[in-house]
């Protein structure tokens, strides 16, 4: 995986979370004799609040990539946001995974028409909302790629996804430039040609967030693109309350970015994060054991969530049903508590 320039901003994604800068305040003596983690993001029901973020060329970790994950991600219960750079066709992913609850990310296209395809093959095949990455309208400096020179499109595209587009009637979205002329405005021609709910990916600061807002999106997924895009960004984790305390709770947010352990993902609830979206550690598990290690970083990750939701138990962090004596998610608003 490349960062961007001296990787100042993925140290700062790892670090800042893990660091004790970020305490949890727990509380003692409630009944956690039952623990139930799951939750809802846009309306639709998921096992745990921890769920896959986009990335492309799975099939570089594993000979058949995107299935595997697509697999895993059904099997869990959660949500897979499934890249405009995957290596096998939507189709198969969808049939791989028949039950399995997807999001689209789009990386936007200079040929409309070719977007516009695209959104509306993407909505038939059952995908629920559209995932529009909004930090990239230029590849950032990523010296690694070129100090072992990296060619995508020549290395990657052309050697191993050159199958592809005789697959798949849709042209092969990789060989198209990203548009870098997309903008705030242009988002009600995408809210014109699909029903699909979209998300935000990549926004950082309390101004787009408000022009989030605005421009009537249904979600924002926090996130500085994993460190790859621009060095010395926020971490975030620590632009997180900015952006939540922006929309004021009118839409849902996500974190998206350093997630390691369970405690992360309480701590990104606590600060407001619907729910937190994992990339790098879906890779190292498919790389290693295909479906079953993306089950298996999975399954870590919901464990030792579920030991933090059972150990912490502050009530701004869970509502105690008392009729039925289970400790489940709620709602995280940091206004109502000093837990953090």
Same mark, same amino acid.
């Given at each position: 995986?490349t960062?961007?320039?001296?990787?100042?901003?993925?140290?700062?994604?790892?670090l800042?979370v893990?660091?004790?800068?970020?305490?949890?305040?727990?509380?003692?003596?409630?009944?956690?004799?039952?623990?139930?983690?799951?939750t809802?993001?846009?309306?639709?029901?998921?096992? #745990?609040?921890?769920?896959?973020?986009?990335?492309?060329?799975?099939?570089?970790?594993?000979?058949?990539?995107?299935?595997?994950?697509?697999?895993?991600?059904?099997?869990?219960?959660?949500?897979?946001?499934?890249?405009?750079?995957?290596s096998?066709?939507?189709?198969?992913?969808?049939?791989?995974?028949?039950?399995?609850?997807r999001?689209?990310?789009?990386?936007?296209?200079? *040929?409309?028409?070719?977007?516009?395809?695209?959104i509306?093959?993407v909505?038939?095949?059952?995908?629920?909302?559209?995932?529009?990455?909004?930090?990239?309208?230029?590849?950032?400096?990523?010296?690694?790629?070129?100090?072992?020179?990296?060619?995508?499109?020549?290395?990657?595209?052309?050697?191993?996804?050159?199958?592809?587009?005789?697959?798949?009637s849709t042209?092969?979205?990789?060989?198209?430039?990203? *548009?870098?002329?997309?903008?705030?405005?242009?988002?009600?021609?995408?809210?014109?040609?699909?029903?699909?709910?979209?998300?935000?990916?990549?926004i950082?600061?309390?101004?787009?967030?408000? /022009?989030?807002l605005?421009?009537?999106?249904?979600?924002i997924?926090?996130s500085?693109?994993?460190?790859?895009?621009l060095?010395?960004?926020?971490?975030?984790?620590?632009?997180?309350?900015?952006?939540v305390? #922006?929309?004021?709770?009118?839409?849902?947010?996500?974190? *998206?970015?350093?997630?390691?352990?369970?405690?992360d993902?309480?701590?990104?609830? #606590?600060?407001?994060?619907k729910?937190?979206?994992?990339?790098?550690?879906?890779?190292?598990?498919?790389?290693?054991?295909g479906?079953?290690g993306?089950?298996?970083?999975?399954?870590?990750?919901?464990?030792?969530?579920?030991?933090?939701?059972?150990?912490t138990?502050?009530?701004?962090?869970?509502?105690?049903?008392?009729?039925?004596?289970k400790?489940? /998610?709620?709602?995280?608003?940091?206004r109502?508590?000093?837990?953090?």
């Open positions: 995986m960062t961007s320039q001296h990787s100042k901003s993925l140290i700062f994604c790892i800042s893990v660091k004790l800068r970020i305490l949890l305040r727990p509380r003692y003596l409630k009944d956690v004799s039952q623990v139930d983690t799951r809802t993001i846009q309306g639709e029901e998921i096992s #745990a609040p921890i769920c896959i973020s986009p990335t492309g060329f799975h099939c570089l970790a594993w000979p058949d990539g995107e299935l595997s994950t697509a697999r895993a991600a059904q099997a869990a219960g959660i949500c897979y946001i499934t890249s405009t750079y995957a096998c066709t939507l189709e198969d992913i969808v049939a791989a995974a028949p039950r399995g609850f999001w689209f990310q789009l990386y936007v296209q200079r *040929d409309r028409q070719l977007n516009k395809q695209l509306q093959k909505e038939s095949l059952g995908f629920r909302a559209l995932v529009i990455t909004v930090d990239v309208p230029k590849l950032g400096n990523r010296r690694q790629d070129i100090r072992n020179q990296l060619n995508w499109k020549t290395n990657l595209l052309l050697k191993d996804l050159r199958s592809l587009p005789e697959r798949n042209p092969h979205l990789q060989m198209f430039p990203i *548009d870098s002329a997309f903008c705030w405005d242009d988002l009600s021609w995408v809210q014109s040609i699909t029903q699909l709910p979209i998300i935000l990916k990549g950082l600061t309390k101004e787009d967030a408000e /022009l989030a605005k421009h009537k999106v249904h979600g997924i926090v500085n693109h994993g460190g790859r895009q060095d010395e960004v926020p971490a975030s984790i620590d632009a997180l309350t900015e952006v305390a #922006a929309v004021k709770g009118k839409l849902e947010v996500y974190l *998206d970015g350093g997630v390691r352990t369970g405690n993902v309480l701590k990104a609830l #606590a600060l407001g994060a729910c937190v979206f994992l990339g790098r550690p879906i890779l190292w598990g498919l790389a290693c054991k479906e079953h993306v089950k298996e970083v999975l399954n870590i990750l919901k464990d030792e969530f579920h030991t933090s939701m059972a150990l138990v502050p009530l701004v962090f869970f509502t105690f049903c008392n009729n039925m004596g400790v489940m /998610l709620s709602e995280i608003n940091q109502k508590t000093n837990s953090i």
